[in-house]
């Protein structure tokens, strides 16, 4: 009987999950399974020491381990002491905690996000937040280390590692006030004309004019100029377009 359970544990070892081979981290919560001895079934998270509690043998590091580094040494320690004769121990992640991500900014619920085989990916982890705020820009910033990538949500998947912190900004806006069906603030598409930046406001009321056009926008010193500007202009962000009145 015990030969055949010990050739079923070496054949598992090969279905073993990605995870396995991974190092344990602080958070981690494990389960560790001492054969025909339920006694000694644990589970515990790994505290910040590096260590888990262990019936008889008490606090054991497994800090930076993989699982099957942590089941041969909590084994060893167990025959060292004589609790018993030959222990066949296993470990299993219960909750992946040590590889975390930080997701910040506008998305449905910001917070801390663990990484694991199937969701290491940046779309994953915004999807596992609750995906983006409607006023959400879908390009992101992911910080790691003393580096930002700027990633677009739109182009090909971006990998996130243990530790980035993914923030989310607004979209860039535009303004537009005056005689306009529905003046306000409007989120700023690419190569947007003052032209289609009107009809997304409603288009112009008949008491308006599309020849008395002001921007507002602000230059490099941060003072804000006002000037005239045509229908086929460009609109940048934070940019103030104003439909004034007909004269006539």
């Known amino acids: 009987m ?15 999950p990605a995870w396995a081979a991974d190092k344990l981290g602080v958070g981690d919560a494990v389960r ?12 515990a998270r790994i505290t910040e020491r590096g260590t888990i509690a262990m019936p008889l043998i008490g606090e054991e590091k497994v800090l930076g381990l993989s699982a099957q580094q942590a089941a041969a040494k909590i084994a060893g320690r167990l025959k060292q002491g004589k609790f018993l004769k030959d222990p066949q121990v296993a470990v299993s992640l219960v909750t992946l905690r040590s590889r975390q991500v930080s997701v910040l900014g506008h998305v449905t619920r910001p917070g801390r996000y663990a990484l694991d085989d199937t969701s290491d990916r940046l779309a994953d982890v915004i999807a596992a937040a609750g995906g983006l705020a409607p006023e959400a820009s879908e390009t992101v910033h992911v910080m790691r280390g003393d580096k930002t990538h ?19 900004e607004r979209a860039p806006v535009f303004y537009i006030y005056g005689e306009v069906t529905r003046a306000g603030a409007y989120r700023l598409e690419p190569n947007l004309t003052v032209m289609q930046a009107i009809s997304l406001g409603g288009g112009i009321t008949p008491r308006g004019s599309d020849r008395r056009l002001k921007l507002r926008r602000a230059g490099k010193d941060g003072t804000i100029v006002e000037s005239d500007v045509s229908l086929r202009d460009g609109v940048k962000a934070n940019d103030v377009i104003y439909v004034r009145e007909s004269i006539f």
């Not at 700027?150 to 182009?155: A, D």
């Open 2 to 16: 015990k030969r055949t359970w010990l050739a079923a544990v070496v054949f598992l070892s090969f279905l073993a």
């Open 32 to 43: 560790v399974t001492v054969f025909q001895q339920p006694d000694l079934t644990t589970e």
């Open 150 to 168: 700027k990633v677009s949500l739109l182009g090909k998947s971006f990998e996130l590692q243990a530790g980035d912190t993914v923030h989310v």
